[in-house]
């Protein structure tokens, strides 16, 4: 079974600061895509970045970026520049490519608090 | 473009009642899944809906229901509620079967007394 584990309950970083959140996640497929799920106190879940397994380029989306290791089973987020906005949780998540196993399985979370 | 739009935003219920939760997905988005979310637990699929049928399914008891109508839109049930049922309930939508990446709804927050 996949499972996916953020070893970070908390954090905290000063604004424009940068900060790492860590993932690791366990699985035998070969195809799988992973994403970064921001949840601030409104509670509504925000796809933050994704990323597909078969491309070795790490996925970037402005200020957020991903250090992924497939070998390592391992995908970080790096968060640059940090905002008083960035506040909230932010949950790691995989998924097996293909409609068989369509549910998104994801790690606790990491409640990351930005302070001025 | 309208996001998934999720109803009622808050619930109240007593035990061994009922409850029906709706999910709108975004146009054209004709996949639908929901998530139940706990402080305990953390997030938890439930099941997955793709023209008009049940894809795929978490590990809930079947007190969990739902069903997709021809517009996409959504709809869980749960009966007999339990005091463990509290939670928050998302629903997501993307354009197709497994397909990704999946857009998320404010959810339905459901309180159990």
């Known amino acids: 079974a996949q499972t996916v584990t953020q070893s970070q309950p908390e954090m905290s970083v000063q604004e424009a600061e940068t900060v790492t959140l860590s993932c690791t996640y366990d699985t035998s497929e070969s195809n799988y895509y992973l994403f970064w799920y921001k949840q601030p106190p409104s509670r509504q879940m925000i796809l933050v970045i994704r990323q597909e397994a078969y491309k070795q380029q790490n996925a970037t989306e402005n200020r957020f970026s991903v250090n992924f290791q497939k070998a390592a089973k391992s995908f970080s987020l790096k968060i640059s520049d940090s905002q008083l906005g960035d506040t909230a949780m932010y949950f790691c998540a995989f998924i097996s490519e293909g409609g068989s196993q369509g549910n998104l399985i994801f790690g606790k979370g990491t409640k990351l608090s930005v302070k001025p | 473009k309208a996001g998934v739009t999720q109803t009622p935003r808050y619930l109240i219920k007593t035990r061994g009642q009922q409850v029906t939760l709706s999910c709108s997905p975004i146009?054209?988005?004709?996949?639908v899944s929901w998530y139940q979310q706990t402080p305990g637990q953390g997030l938890q699929f439930l099941f997955e809906?793709?023209?008009?049928?049940?894809?795929n399914k978490g590990n809930f008891p079947g007190r969990f229901s739902g069903r997709q109508f021809s517009n996409s839109r959504s709809e869980m049930n749960v009966s007999t509620l339990e005091l463990g049922d509290s939670a928050l309930y998302l629903c997501?939508?993307?354009?197709?079967?497994?397909?990704?990446?999946?857009?998320f709804g404010d959810g339905t927050r459901l309180s159990i007394l």
């Open positions: 997501a939508s993307s354009l197709a079967w497994g397909g990704q990446p999946q857009h």
């Open positions: 809906y793709f023209s008009e049928t049940q894809r």
């Open positions: 146009s054209g988005h004709r996949s």
